[in-house]
């Protein structure tokens, strides 16, 4: 399917921006990234973008995990959104009732075989979630076991934080913000995942941080050839902000 096509059938359902879809949508049919892995899809709208590329691809599947709760909260809901885009046939849903760690548990047990190692089985992992140090820091090294060598991880909100979320509500899944420390009332956990544990990793590079986006990206390589180096785009914020900052500059002198 189309990218036009698919932009159009789910204009205006949240979470994914139009131009983080584009990019996805394009990087799994350049990059033929046939199976794909989704941590965390609340409405499902990017799982339909992953979908729509697929169905262009002509093969492939990709498997979406959420919480079986967030059926309940997340209405248009993942399937209604497949079956009005007729991209069904291409995604299976999971729901956990605690969330994607215990399914990445079954996967991994799945995968192993006698030897005991786990089979690697994606060309692609997105996780979007909770944007916790605890939960996705270990999601990371379990999804690890399961991507292919040369295949992408992409996290979700890179700069987001509980300080933020704790000026609407007091509660983020689960996670009470009164009993969290100052660090992690105010530190990004998806940008302390990626710069301590993704970034050092061994078997990780090319790295590319999206402010505009909020997404980080990471290839797993041969470990031979580990280099660490990124390319970083800024935000539009930040263009604003320094370009005021030299006008101030020239107007003092």
């Known amino acids: 399917m189309k990218f036009s096509e698919i932009n ?82 291409y995604v299976t849903v999971h729901r956990e009732p605690t969330g994607y760690n215990w399914f990445l548990h079954n996967d991994i047990k799945k995968n192993t075989g006698a030897d005991n190692i786990c089979a690697p089985v994606y060309d692609l992992c997105i996780i979007d979630g909770p944007k916790n140090w605890t939960i996705d820091g270990s999601a990371f090294f379990c999804a690890d076991k399961l991507l292919k060598k040369n295949g992408w991880i992409i996290f979700d909100d890179y700069n987001w934080t509980y300080a933020k979320a704790a000026k609407v509500r007091e509660v983020t899944d689960g996670i009470a913000h009164r009993q969290l420390s100052e660090d992690e009332l105010n530190l990004p956990h998806v940008k302390e995942i990626f710069h301590l544990l993704v970034l050092q990793h061994p078997a990780y590079s090319n790295f590319k941080i999206q402010q505009d986006g909020d997404w980080a990206w990471a290839q797993k390589i041969d470990m031979s050839t580990k280099k660490i180096s ?18 101030i500059k020239k107007l003092r002198r």
């Open 230 to 247: 990124y390319t970083y785009s800024t935000s539009t914020k930040d263009v604003i902000v320094k370009g005021m900052l030299s006008l």
């Open 8 to 89: 159009k059938l789910l204009k205006g359902i949240p979470f994914i921006s139009e131009s983080n879809a584009k990019a996805l949508y394009n990087f799994i049919i350049e990059n033929k990234l046939t199976s794909c892995l989704e941590l965390g899809f609340a409405h499902g709208v990017a799982s339909c973008y992953i979908a729509a590329a697929l169905d262009e691809l002509g093969q492939g599947y990709l498997v979406s995990v959420d919480l079986v709760e967030a059926e309940n909260i997340f209405k248009p809901t993942i399937q209604e959104l497949l079956e009005k885009c007729g991209l069904a046939k």
